[in-house]
């Protein structure tokens, strides 16, 4: 007979493995954390490229009238926009690069938020002929 304990070891080692391998469900957004200092919130970034498929760059003018109209309105307790440039490989296998602006949002976690960022970036593709916004989301805390 096999070594019993080697057999546990390698049974526990292989449920570890095979653990991995299910598919994700749901995804989900990290619960926001207990906070020590200051209050839980969500810290949510949006990469807009400045690029048209076809015709001129997104100019400046244009960037700000999106976000007076379509950002500042959503996201009336502020925001923070920084200039960004992104690099990807293409489909092509390509290095490919855009000048970008970044949007970063800290807001309460609800359907409201959802439903404004959603909309900003559903907008800001049709408006500018966009393939996608990214985004990124993280649980934070903030302290003013």
Same mark, same amino acid.
């Given at each position: 007979?096999?070594?019993?304990?080697?057999?546990?070891?390698?049974?526990?080692?292989?449920?570890?493995?095979?653990?991995?391998?299910?598919?994700?469900?749901h995804q989900?957004?990290?619960?926001?954390?207990?906070?020590?200092?200051?209050?839980?919130?969500?810290?949510?970034?949006?990469?807009?490229?400045?690029? @048209?498929?076809?015709?001129?760059?997104?100019? &400046?003018?244009?960037?700000?009238?999106f #976000? =007076?109209?379509? %950002?500042?309105?959503? !996201?009336?307790?502020?925001?923070?926009?920084?200039?960004?440039?992104?690099?990807?490989?293409?489909?092509?296998?390509?290095?490919?690069?855009?000048?970008?602006?970044?949007?970063?949002?800290?807001?309460?976690?609800?359907?409201?938020?959802?439903?404004?960022?959603?909309?900003? @970036?559903?907008?800001?593709?049709?408006?500018? &002929?966009?393939?996608?916004?990214?985004? #990124? =989301?993280?649980? %934070?805390?903030?302290? !003013?």
């Open positions: 007979m096999k070594n019993p304990p080697k057999l546990a070891a390698g049974a526990v080692v292989a449920a570890l493995l095979l653990s991995g391998c299910v598919a994700p469900g989900a957004v990290s619960p926001i954390p207990a906070c020590r200092t200051g209050d839980p919130m969500m810290q949510t970034t949006l990469y807009f490229g400045l690029n @048209r498929p076809a015709g001129p760059a997104i100019t &400046a003018a244009e960037w700000q009238t #976000v =007076d109209s379509q %950002v500042t309105p959503r !996201f009336k307790d502020g925001l923070t926009v920084f200039d960004a440039k992104g690099q990807w490989l293409g489909h092509d296998g390509k290095l490919a690069r855009e000048n970008s602006k970044a949007l970063l949002l800290i807001h309460a976690q609800g359907k409201e938020s959802e439903a404004n960022i959603e909309a900003l @970036r559903s907008g800001y593709k049709q408006q500018f &002929a966009q393939d996608s916004v990214m985004r #990124v =989301d993280v649980p %934070v805390c903030v302290a !003013f």
